[in-house]
């Protein structure tokens, strides 16, 4: 069974720069799974951040940037603002119309 | 305006079944893949369910394989996600998300309706 991991939280001072990763149990990401990130509030609907490794969606800014660290996707915030604490979930194409999303990362700017 | 809207949720006894609906609007829904995603409380997002545009092809996680089915019908813009012989840990606030292009993220999200399975 195949786990995508994420750091279950992360905390970073307003505008600092902070990475966040995105695993695999067993083996590396490539851009191969074309992973893509997420940010979500409590109670709100998933806003789509990046997509196929580094490609930002529409309307997001560009303190918010992706790329494969080591083994790992990687979503990297430059300039934390305080609107930036979220839940943050990242998710892996695994071929085959099959994804797997990590269990997600909360971060908070304090 | 681009959007989905989620419909359907309620408390539903273990072993019981619900539809749940996504509308969608502001994009030509029939040329999209779509996708069911959920939320289980205080947990993070879990894949649940993709159907192409045409509905030729369909895919399911396993933790759902064989109890639900994913449908659409592109003349009422609408998703469907019969879940048939639900289980406690199906409670969640489900998502419909739309399939971008080429279908290997989601570019829209509804904003989800609640599930609860309970005796």
């Known amino acids: 069974q195949t786990v995508v991991t994420q750091e279950p939280s992360f905390s970073v001072s307003p505008g600092g720069t902070v990475t966040l990763t995105c695993g695999l149990s067993?083996?590396?990401?490539?851009?191969?799974?074309?992973p893509s990130w997420y940010q979500q509030t409590p109670g709100q609907a998933p806003r789509t951040l990046i997509h196929?490794?580094?490609a930002r969606s529409a309307g997001v800014p560009d303190r918010f940037s992706g790329s494969i660290l080591g083994n790992k996707a990687a979503l990297t915030i430059t300039g934390a603002q305080a609107d930036d604490e979220s839940y943050y979930h990242c998710?892996?194409?695994?071929?085959?119309?099959?994804?797997?999303f990590g269990g997600g990362t909360k971060l908070t700017v304090l | 305006e681009v959007q989905l809207l989620e419909s359907g949720g309620g408390l539903v006894q273990p072993g019981g079944s619900l539809r749940l609906s996504c509308a969608a609007s502001?994009?030509?829904?029939?040329?999209?893949?779509m996708n069911w995603v959920r939320q289980a409380p205080g947990k993070g997002l879990e894949w649940v369910s993709l159907?192409?545009?045409?509905?030729?092809?369909?895919s399911y996680a396993d933790s759902v394989k064989g109890r639900f089915t994913i449908s659409r019908d592109n003349s009422k813009n609408t998703l469907y996600l019969q879940m048939n012989s639900l289980r406690v840990d199906d409670t969640a606030v489900y998502f419909c998300?739309?399939?971008?292009?080429?279908?290997?993220?989601?570019?829209?999200w509804g904003r989800g309706t609640l599930v609860s399975v309970s005796s």
């Open positions: 196929s490794t580094n």
């Open positions: 067993s083996g590396s990401v490539s851009t191969d799974y074309y």
């Open positions: 502001g994009f030509t829904f029939g040329s999209y893949a």
């Open positions: 159907i192409s545009g045409g509905s030729v092809r369909t």
């Open positions: 998300a739309k399939g971008a292009v080429p279908a290997t993220y989601f570019d829209l």
């Open positions: 998710v892996l194409y695994m071929g085959g119309a099959i994804w797997v």
